[in-house]
T-cell receptor
């Protein structure tokens, strides 16, 4: 596609339920990031995929969070047993191999945990 | 670990005036990239300007320019002739340069810019 696509745009769930957030990066981009942005706050790094290398999971806040990237393209961020503090906008971004740092962002998935 | 700090949570500027947003960072590396990203209310982040640390010349992109002070680890963004469409949240970001790094971008906390007509 022309840009980074994220779905769903908005998700409301009950505490304790599992959620999956999807990211479809720009075709050919090997780098893929997930960030979390709480209301009015900065971007918190969650996880980074680069080609076939092992992902950098150093930003995942707990073992309830996991992410995978299939075939070097689409990525899914899964949050198990959601908590109210998980409420945030989850942003996905992608970049080219050897990229100088410019990332192309999706519009994010807003997660609300009741 | 590298850190990025934006000490101005909010700034305002009159339309057509000039405003400067501050950013400082901490790193032990000598080569890296610095960026300013803009996030309008639509949520989609957009790259505004990029600076390579090995370049002494400050980057410029139309009405946007930076003041890069490597020794002071400072990277401010100047917006000239401010327009209503410049109203957004601005993020300063850092990325390591070279092999062996994860390449992840580290963002500051953001500065919300209000443009008054």
């Amino acid at each position: 596609g022309a840009g980074v696509s994220q779905s769903p745009s908005n998700k409301v769930t009950e505490k304790g339920k599992d959620v999956e957030l999807r990211c479809d990066p720009i075709s050919g981009h090997t780098a893929l990031y997930w960030y979390r942005q709480s209301l009015g706050q900065g971007l918190e790094f969650l996880i980074y995929f680069q080609g076939n290398s092992a992902p950098d999971k150093s930003g995942l806040p707990s073992d309830r969070f996991s992410a995978e990237r299939t075939g070097g393209s689409v990525s899914t961020l899964t949050i198990q047993r959601t908590q109210q503090e998980d409420s945030a906008v989850y942003l996905c971004a992608s970049g080219r191999t050897g990229f100088t740092g410019e990332l192309f962002f999706g519009e994010g998935s807003r997660l609300t945990v009741l | 670990a590298q850190t990025v700090t934006q000490s101005q949570p909010e700034m305002s500027v009159q339309e057509a005036e000039t405003v400067t947003l501050s950013c400082t960072y901490d790193t032990s590396e000598s080569d890296y990239y610095l960026f300013w990203y803009k996030q309008p209310p639509s949520r989609q982040m957009i790259l505004v300007i990029r600076q390579e640390a090995y370049k002494q010349q400050n980057a410029t992109e139309n009405r946007f320019s930076v003041n890069f002070q490597k020794a002071a680890k400072s990277f401010s963004l100047k917006i000239s002739d401010s327009q209503l469409g410049d109203a957004a949240m601005y993020f300063c970001a850092y990325r390591s340069f070279g092999s062996g790094n994860t390449g992840k971008l580290i963002f500051g906390q953001g500065t919300t810019l209000q443009v008054k007509p």
